[in-house]
């Protein structure tokens, strides 16, 4: 099993639900704290960044 350094999202509280993110030169891993299932997202650097932008530019909701 491979061991990832998580680094605990700077905008997450003190609560349960936080994500992670751990990165290498060829990849991104993102997991949530509160996922039981323990799921890991893997991206490329440039799959990542273009989420990003993505989320940057869509209209929040709520």
Do not use: N
């Not at 990832?4 to 949530?32: D, F, N, P």
């Not at 299932?37 to 991206?43: E, G, V």
Request: aromatic share 6%; charged share 15%; with cysteine.
């Amino acid at each position: 099993m491979t061991t990832y350094a998580w680094q605990k999202s700077s905008y997450c509280a003190q609560g349960e639900s936080c994500v992670h993110i751990s990165a290498t030169s060829r990849t991104i891993h993102l997991t949530e704290s509160a996922d039981p299932t323990q799921a890991i997202l893997s991206a490329t650097p440039s799959a990542f960044g273009a989420l990003l932008r993505t989320l940057k530019a869509s209209p929040r909701q709520g």
